[in-house]
């Protein structure tokens, strides 16, 4: 098949094929590759809890690192996948290539000055990211490799989302899912085989995040998308790097906030030791897990959102939103129930240290609760960024990860302790999903005729 016959048979296929069973389709890979991600966090977790409950806390720490790095990755390939949809919805192919290849080099180049500004100021910043004299050696070993694989990282992010924007999802899953389950077999073979204790769970995680890029770059090696990853591509036109950064904003907010608000829960849960902050830590893993099939419905939907709206097929980028939120919301239901109901198993599993799963308990039934909440607030957020509405979707994004979070979590740890920490993450969820339903009705009751 050519390259003009393979171009009009993906239009036909993200114009044509019925929402549900599209947004399904591209959702599928998606879920399993974050299942694979989540059950790898969890499993990481896991195993460097048994190292004990200051190890466990540094899990928290690297955590927010990862997610600074991680904001970047998400900023470009969000900002350059949106843009290539809309454009191959177009068909403008070559635009496309355009955006895909500078967004790759601008995630690598951002990832080697995390690299090296983290290593020139290591100990205050794994101090700033909330560790304790305790948990500071563990946490200093951990993030050494996290910064040797950022730029690996973040280039994955781009790829993973530019992949998932022209429809390819299954690809993606490939790299992602490949370098989740290698971290898996790295961490007991490393941790425990070789006797390598928090050490080994670095190393682990450097090296399959090389493997996992490795692995989503084949595909633009081996022309199996439109997108390329060549310097020929990179943009002369500064235009088209403050598009890749507009409409990718909203996920630096989210994942930028989202790295502050784990340093100010790490930081507020300090004062009541490192049991909280390893119960704090494993229980953002365990509600990131629950969540994520809910999350790949979403990913699901944002090609279909972009392309068809790029294609001017705006009653389709109704129907594929409504069916979105009705699908997590179905899964939301199934894993809150399992997250109420096995909470202090749960917590056990990770640490048998009686405050932490006290502590964990708490907090986890707490989110659970929220969980029913985050539906509308997630495929909200991700219909405007899709179609290039950056203004709305950084405001929708920013409000439950830091612009509600933090002053919830500041407040109430105050007026309530312990148990204001445990619940602040709840009120910032009711607060995102009651602004997200009125901005949402009056978008699509804006929308023109086809």
């Not at 081996?222 to 409409?247: C, E, H, P, W």
């Amino acid at each position: 098949m050519g390259e003009k016959d393979s171009a009009q048979a993906q239009y036909d296929k993200m114009t044509g094929t019925p929402v549900h069973q599209l947004v399904l389709t591209l959702g599928l890979p998606t879920t399993v590759s974050m299942l694979v991600t989540n059950v790898y966090n969890m499993a990481d977790t896991f195993f460097v809890s048994q190292l004990g409950t200051s190890a466990s806390g540094a899990t928290g720490i690297v955590f927010a690192l990862m997610a600074i790095i991680q904001a970047f990755g998400f900023m470009l390939g969000h900002g350059a996948g949106s843009n290539i949809s809309r454009h191959l919805g177009a068909r403008d192919v070559e635009s496309a290539r355009r955006f895909s290849s500078t967004s790759f080099f601008l995630a690598v180049f951002c990832g080697i000055v995390i690299a090296v500004l983290g290593f020139l100021f290591h100990t205050p910043l794994v101090r700033f990211l909330g560790s304790t004299d305790s948990i500071l050696p563990y946490a200093k070993e951990y993030s050494t490799w996290i910064l040797i694989a950022a730029p690996a990282m973040a280039s994955s992010c781009v790829m993973n989302n530019i992949l998932r924007y022209e429809g390819k999802a299954f690809f993606a899953m490939l790299g992602l899912a490949s370098g989740g389950i290698l971290n898996i077999f790295g961490d007991m073979i490393l941790i425990f085989g070789f006797h390598l204790g928090i050490r080994g769970a670095g190393i682990s995680t450097a090296v399959s995040q090389y493997i996992g890029a490795a692995i989503l770059f084949s595909p633009f090696v081996r022309g199996k998308v439109q997108s390329r990853m060549s310097l020929r591509y990179f943009t002369r036109d500064f235009a088209d790097i403050q598009n890749i950064i507009a409409v990718g904003l909203p996920s630096l907010m989210r994942q930028g906030l989202n790295s502050l608000s784990v340093m100010m829960l790490n930081q507020c849960s300090a004062a009541y030791g490192d049991a909280a902050i390893a119960a704090m830590s494993i229980v953002s893993r365990v509600i990131n897990f629950l969540f994520c099939i809910a999350l790949g419905i979403g990913q699901g939907f944002q090609p279909v959102s972009a392309f068809n709206y790029g294609a001017r097929k705006y009653g389709r980028v109704r129907e594929a939103f409504w069916f979105s939120v009705r699908s997590s919301m179905l899964v939301m239901i199934v894993t809150a129930t399992i997250g109420l109901t096995c909470s202090g198993t749960i917590i056990a599993a990770f640490r048998d240290d009686p405050d932490v799963i006290a502590i964990g308990v708490v907090a986890l039934r707490a989110q659970c609760l929220s969980l029913f909440l985050m539906p509308m607030s997630l495929c909200g957020n991700m219909l405007f960024q899709s179609i290039g509405k950056s203004v709305p979707a950084t405001f929708l994004s920013s409000i439950r990860s830091g612009v509600v979070f933090i002053p919830a979590l500041l407040i109430l740890s105050r007026c309530l302790g312990l148990f204001g920490i445990q619940i602040s993450q709840v009120v910032a969820d009711a607060v995102s999903a009651m602004v997200t339903v009125p901005m949402v009705v009056r978008f699509f009751r804006g929308l023109p005729e086809e």
